[in-house]
């Protein structure tokens, strides 16, 4: 049987308006209405127990001392009517077993060291930070100090006065050529000697240049340093290798040109595999390029350039074998009618005039004389000098002029240009080549009368008037004792300078291409 029974017949609300008739007596009672949906009854509120019709009937229940009417992980706390799951020292979480509970947490000492570790690792990258700063404001000084030594102010100046066009040389900054050479890194040196190193570059807008950094330079010829950009980046002429700038942010200036892709002269000269496929047609016709930019900056550049230091190393050939004459390096401008007085002799083995290592003083004529070697490289295929040769045949000039006095001269002749129908043309060369070599520079041709007479051999095969020829003695004595006095290398690396002040010689740093 079963009982169902409920306090009177209203609601809790109803009863709960006479509370001296309100059976739940107990503080921590509550009134619910019963299933049947008559009357009232009473219960304790949750976490407490007891009979709620009684006053203070409902006790509060411990949880925590049963374990299966708490959820907690590690320790519990008793509350009024609940209770609270407690994590022990070391520990954090709520608690709970169906939560996070407790995890372990980190010790003091652990705190410490992390934060005095994170302290360290911020002081260091402060300290870098400052020492990166400082080094980049060092860096900016010293920048600065290079654009001013090396005349970047007067370059400048030069620049704004003149009209801007494309032609005009530029004034790159030394980041803009470490990113172009992948900070000079040695993949990309492409020449390398006495005067400095040539990279190769790649610029932002893709083109290629080659990049000039030489070793050395003189802190009095700034000025005249300047002059020489601003006249050689104007000089547009398809046989001379362009100027596009410098940079005058390092110690050194930079120099910046067009970058030629398929060697100089002399390498094609001395590799056999390439000496055989240049063809005499085609060495003729380099010559004859050559002939006519030389005589170009003798006598319609503006000032009149003397390049002093023609060498087969310094013209370069593109892909087509056209000419491009380099190494501006060591050129100078000069007056018209004038020559240079200098006390130091500056040049290549092999190549350098005699009468301006005796006198000292520089004219075009010291360029004629060396184009006629190159003359001679052209048609013998061998080095202007060389210490493995017997004594009478290390400089090339001099073993050339005594072959041709013996009439020996197709003896040394390469033999890959000879032939029944150049034979005429070939002596042509060797006579005008001979011409160029005279001790004397005033018994040579100038440069304009050397081009315009390859050109009329090339286009009409007439032959040139010989000269007479200087006394054996004087060229003995000039070529033969004065070019043995530096036998120390080749000519196709190594550099020279003689200064008569103190009657030695010392290396220089002449241009490369």
């Not at 996070?100 to 994170?118: H, P, W």
């Not at 040109?257 to 085609?282: C, M, P, V």
């Given at each position: 049987m079963v009982v169902d029974w409920a306090i009177g017949n209203g609601t809790c609300e109803d009863a709960q308006m006479n509370m001296s008739s309100y059976a739940c007596k107990s503080t921590n009672s509550k009134c619910y209405k019963p299933d049947n949906?008559?009357?009232y009854r009473c219960l304790c509120s949750?976490?407490?127990?007891?009979?709620p019709y009684l006053p203070n009937g409902c006790q509060d229940i411990d949880e925590c001392k049963d374990p299966s009417l708490s959820n907690c992980e590690k320790h519990c706390k008793n509350t009024e009517g609940s209770y609270q799951c407690v994590c022990p020292k070391g520990y954090h979480g709520d608690g709970k077993k169906d939560g996070k509970g407790c995890i372990r947490g980190q010790s003091l000492v652990f705190k410490l060291v992390t934060g005095i570790a994170l302290g360290i690792i911020v002081l260091m990258l402060a300290a870098c930070w400052l020492y990166l700063e400082l080094k980049r404001r060092k860096l900016v000084r010293m920048k600065h100090k290079f654009f001013l030594q090396n005349g970047g102010l007067l370059l400048q100046e030069k620049l704004t006065r003149r009209d801007t066009s494309p032609d005009m040389a530029r004034i790159f900054t030394s980041a803009e050529l470490k990113k172009a050479t992948n900070n000079f890194h040695d993949s990309r040196i492409i020449g390398q000697g006495g005067f400095g190193t040539v990279y190769k570059g790649f610029l932002s807008d893709n083109r290629i240049v080659a990049i000039k950094k030489s070793k050395q330079v003189d802190p009095n010829q700034v000025g005249q340093f300047i002059n020489e950009v601003i006249v050689l980046s104007k000089i547009n002429h398809r046989n001379v290798v362009k100027l596009l700038g410098c940079c005058l942010e390092t110690e050194v200036p930079l120099l910046v040109y067009e970058f030629i892709n398929n060697g100089t002269l002399f390498e094609h000269i001395q590799n056999k595999t390439k000496a055989r496929a240049l063809s005499w047609d085609n060495r003729f016709r380099i010559a004859t390029e050559a002939a006519g930019v030389l005589a170009y900056l003798h006598s319609a550049a503006s000032p009149p350039i003397i390049h002093r230091d023609v060498?087969?190393?310094?013209?370069?050939l593109d892909t087509r074998f056209t000419v491009k004459v380099s190494d501006f390096g060591a050129s100078r401008l000069f007056?018209?009618?004038q020559t240079q007085l200098s006390t130091v002799?500056?040049?290549t083995y092999g190549y350098l005039d005699p009468e301006y290592m005796q006198t000292n003083q520089l004219s075009e004529k010291s360029d004629v004389y060396s184009f006629g070697v190159v003359l001679v490289e052209l048609l013998t295929g061998k080095k202007a000098y060389r210490n493995d040769r017997p004594q009478e045949q290390r400089n090339l000039a001099s073993y050339f002029l005594l072959t041709l006095k013996q009439d020996h001269l197709f003896r040394i002749l390469d033999i890959n240009i000879v032939s029944e129908e150049n034979n005429e043309e070939l002596i042509s060369v060797a006579t005008l080549a001979k011409r160029c070599l005279y001790v004397k520079g005033e018994d040579r041709p100038t440069m304009k009368e050397v081009a315009m007479?390859?050109?009329g051999l090339r286009l009409s095969g007439k032959h040139s008037k010989i000269r007479t020829e200087p006394d054996a003695p004087e060229m003995e004595s000039l070529l033969g004792e004065k070019f043995n006095a530096f036998s120390n290398g080749e000519s196709s690396?190594?550099?020279?300078g003689y200064?008569?002040?103190r009657d030695h010689s010392f290396l220089r740093s002449s241009g490369g291409r």
């Amino acid at each position: 049987m079963v009982v169902d029974w409920a306090i009177g017949n209203g609601t809790c609300e109803d009863a709960q308006m006479n509370m001296s008739s309100y059976a739940c007596k107990s503080t921590n009672s509550k009134c619910y209405k019963p299933d049947n949906g008559y009357g009232y009854r009473c219960l304790c509120s949750e976490g407490y127990q007891g009979n709620p019709y009684l006053p203070n009937g409902c006790q509060d229940i411990d949880e925590c001392k049963d374990p299966s009417l708490s959820n907690c992980e590690k320790h519990c706390k008793n509350t009024e009517g609940s209770y609270q799951c407690v994590c022990p020292k070391g520990y954090h979480g709520d608690g709970k077993k169906d939560g996070k509970g407790c995890i372990r947490g980190q010790s003091l000492v652990f705190k410490l060291v992390t934060g005095i570790a994170l302290g360290i690792i911020v002081l260091m990258l402060a300290a870098c930070w400052l020492y990166l700063e400082l080094k980049r404001r060092k860096l900016v000084r010293m920048k600065h100090k290079f654009f001013l030594q090396n005349g970047g102010l007067l370059l400048q100046e030069k620049l704004t006065r003149r009209d801007t066009s494309p032609d005009m040389a530029r004034i790159f900054t030394s980041a803009e050529l470490k990113k172009a050479t992948n900070n000079f890194h040695d993949s990309r040196i492409i020449g390398q000697g006495g005067f400095g190193t040539v990279y190769k570059g790649f610029l932002s807008d893709n083109r290629i240049v080659a990049i000039k950094k030489s070793k050395q330079v003189d802190p009095n010829q700034v000025g005249q340093f300047i002059n020489e950009v601003i006249v050689l980046s104007k000089i547009n002429h398809r046989n001379v290798v362009k100027l596009l700038g410098c940079c005058l942010e390092t110690e050194v200036p930079l120099l910046v040109y067009e970058f030629i892709n398929n060697g100089t002269l002399f390498e094609h000269i001395q590799n056999k595999t390439k000496a055989r496929a240049l063809s005499w047609d085609n060495r003729f016709r380099i010559a004859t390029e050559a002939a006519g930019v030389l005589a170009y900056l003798h006598s319609a550049a503006s000032p009149p350039i003397i390049h002093r230091d023609v060498k087969s190393a310094n013209i370069l050939l593109d892909t087509r074998f056209t000419v491009k004459v380099s190494d501006f390096g060591a050129s100078r401008l000069f007056p018209l009618d004038q020559t240079q007085l200098s006390t130091v002799v500056q040049g290549t083995y092999g190549y350098l005039d005699p009468e301006y290592m005796q006198t000292n003083q520089l004219s075009e004529k010291s360029d004629v004389y060396s184009f006629g070697v190159v003359l001679v490289e052209l048609l013998t295929g061998k080095k202007a000098y060389r210490n493995d040769r017997p004594q009478e045949q290390r400089n090339l000039a001099s073993y050339f002029l005594l072959t041709l006095k013996q009439d020996h001269l197709f003896r040394i002749l390469d033999i890959n240009i000879v032939s029944e129908e150049n034979n005429e043309e070939l002596i042509s060369v060797a006579t005008l080549a001979k011409r160029c070599l005279y001790v004397k520079g005033e018994d040579r041709p100038t440069m304009k009368e050397v081009a315009m007479e390859l050109e009329g051999l090339r286009l009409s095969g007439k032959h040139s008037k010989i000269r007479t020829e200087p006394d054996a003695p004087e060229m003995e004595s000039l070529l033969g004792e004065k070019f043995n006095a530096f036998s120390n290398g080749e000519s196709s690396s190594t550099s020279i300078g003689y200064d008569s002040t103190r009657d030695h010689s010392f290396l220089r740093s002449s241009g490369g291409r």
